[in-house]
């Protein structure tokens, strides 16, 4: 997941791996050697396969080859940006640098999104055959989120700041109002949903870094809610945040769910403080949080009655937390994170669970080496689902419509890293197969079923949103 620390950094993906599980590693590097075959594993899931983030970009450390050398051998961890000069010897990290700057040489935006794959025909997956449509493909910047209203408009965020309405027409109108937003590496604007009842309270919540008012270094996870009028947000209040504030550009999460009794879940990442925040529970770095739609801590939550620890916490144990969703049939809440060097996770969350990061993984250092050498222990729970090596995995929800046929109860998941969207076959709680759909369409940065029952993608390279509509 490499390098460059560009103005955005790392697209929240650190997850560099060659394939998925269930495939064949061989089969998709076949054509691939030397520095290209680095850049692959190494660098695209955050830079995206077709070097995307480096175009048009403006380079935070200097686009030299002596610049970008350094920023690999040593890395900007504040931007996310991890070091590879022990897992790379000098000779790898210059040829890899020779060949991201012949690659990105003459080459601009417009001329990526002319590789795009077509896909404006009928698609045939396993069980289904649909048509992808395009609601926009004016989105600037990274969307992270998307939630549809009651009356068929899309909220999307966009992570450097702004909250868009997609309305039926396809016009893209800026909502004011949004909080002042951190933007830093990882961090921005990220989730947005809508109230259970919105169509009374017209309540949006949004989670995004925040910036600490008493130190503009540090930052933190945070969740504010506004009611929205016309096209801003009014009454805009914080009702989260993630203590403590830290330093760091990276693993803030973050989605937002709501369950069935209308309490809200926030996942926040580790902020890269992998052994210091996430299993101990007088912290809110690194966990699960439920709370009540107003910010006040439900009576029931596991550890509200223990002593020094924070009152919201529902799981702990967590690392990298960019996907969310409700199951549609057991109303359970189940997650989704980005492993390290593999082990990225799919978790059904339990109250009072430890998901075990970073004393149980199934992945690695960046440059190779262990961290841990425990994939399980008592105590601490098992993934559902692991893809080891990675898929850089993002958004994801349940099909809960009716309208998908031998899709429904099943899991789709972005991938950051492979650009397409990872199909997860359920039989209750256990995964019986995979399918891999659109592929090359671009970062998937977020999955959802909308208010209509359609599903909905979020995705980077261009910023667009788009609906899957099945064959009739």
């Given at each position: 997941m490499f390098v460059l620390s560009l103005l955005l950094s790392c697209s929240d993906s650190q997850d560099p791996l060659p394939a998925e599980e269930g495939t064949d590693p061989e089969d998709e590097i076949v054509n691939l050697t030397g520095a290209a075959l680095t850049y692959r594993n190494q660098c695209g899931g955050c830079h995206g396969q077709d070097l995307g983030s480096f175009v048009e970009r403006e380079w935070t450390y200097g686009n030299s080859l002596e610049d970008i050398v350094q920023s690999i051998t040593a890395g900007y961890s504040g931007n996310g940006m991890p070091a590879y000069g022990t897992a790379l010897s000098d000779q790898e990290i210059t040829d890899l640098t020779n060949y991201i700057l012949t690659e990105i040489e003459g080459k601009t935006k417009a001329m990526l999104e002319a590789e795009n794959p077509d896909l404006s025909g009928l698609i045939s997956s396993d069980d289904l055959s649909f048509r992808v449509e395009t609601l926009t493909d004016d989105i600037p910047g990274i969307p992270w989120g998307i939630e549809q209203l009651p009356n068929g408009e899309i909220l999307v965020t966009e992570r450097g700041g702004r909250l868009f309405l997609v309305r039926n027409n396809k016009e893209l109108v800026e909502i004011s109002g949004v909080p002042n937003v951190g933007s830093q590496g990882q961090g921005?604007?990220?989730?947005?949903?809508?109230?259970?009842?919105?169509?009374?309270?017209?309540?949006?919540?949004?989670?995004?870094?925040?910036?600490?008012?008493?130190?503009?270094?540090?930052?933190?996870?945070?969740?504010?809610?506004?009611?929205?009028?016309?096209?801003?947000?009014?009454?805009?209040?914080?009702?989260?945040?993630?203590?403590?504030?830290?330093?760091?550009?990276?693993?803030?999460?973050?989605?937002?769910?709501?369950?069935?009794?209308?309490?809200?879940?926030?996942?926040?990442?580790?902020?890269?403080?992998?052994?210091?925040?996430?299993?101990?529970?007088?912290?809110?770095?690194?966990?699960?949080?439920?709370?009540?739609?107003?910010?006040?801590?439900?009576?029931?939550?596991?550890?509200?009655n223990t002593p020094g620890a924070v009152p919201s916490i529902f799981t702990y144990g967590i690392r990298n937390p960019q996907g969310m969703s409700l199951h549609p049939e057991t109303g359970a809440v189940w997650e989704g994170e980005h492993g390290p060097q593999g082990g990225d996770e799919i978790n059904l969350l339990e109250a009072g669970n430890n998901n075990g990061w970073p004393v149980i993984s199934y992945g690695i250092n960046y440059d190779g080496s262990s961290f841990t050498d425990l994939t399980e222990l008592a105590g601490m729970e098992q993934p559902i689902h692991h893809w080891t090596p990675s898929i850089a995995p993002c958004g994801m929800t349940f099909v809960s419509s009716d309208y998908y046929g031998a899709w429904g109860n099943d899991l789709l998941v972005g991938s950051l890293k492979f650009e397409y969207l990872h199909r997860l076959r359920m039989n209750g709680n256990q995964v019986v197969g995979h399918e891999m759909l659109l592929e090359g369409i671009g970062r998937v940065r977020d999955v959802q079923v909308g208010t209509d029952g359609f599903v909905y993608l979020a995705v980077e390279g261009p910023g667009r949103v788009i609906r899957l509509v099945p064959e009739q």
């Open positions: 921005g604007l990220l989730d947005v949903l809508i109230h259970p009842d919105f169509e009374n309270n017209a309540w949006v919540y949004l989670s995004y870094s925040r910036v600490n008012p008493e130190n503009s270094s540090e930052r933190t996870t945070a969740v504010a809610r506004g009611r929205l009028e016309g096209t801003g947000l009014v009454a805009v209040e914080t009702i989260f945040t993630a203590l403590p504030y830290l330093n760091g550009g990276s693993h803030f999460g973050s989605r937002l769910v709501f369950d069935n009794n209308g309490y809200l879940y926030v996942s926040v990442g580790d902020r890269g403080y992998r052994d210091v925040y996430p299993q101990e529970l007088d912290n809110g770095i690194g966990k699960i949080h439920r709370i009540q739609d107003n910010g006040q801590i439900p009576a029931d939550n596991p550890f509200v």
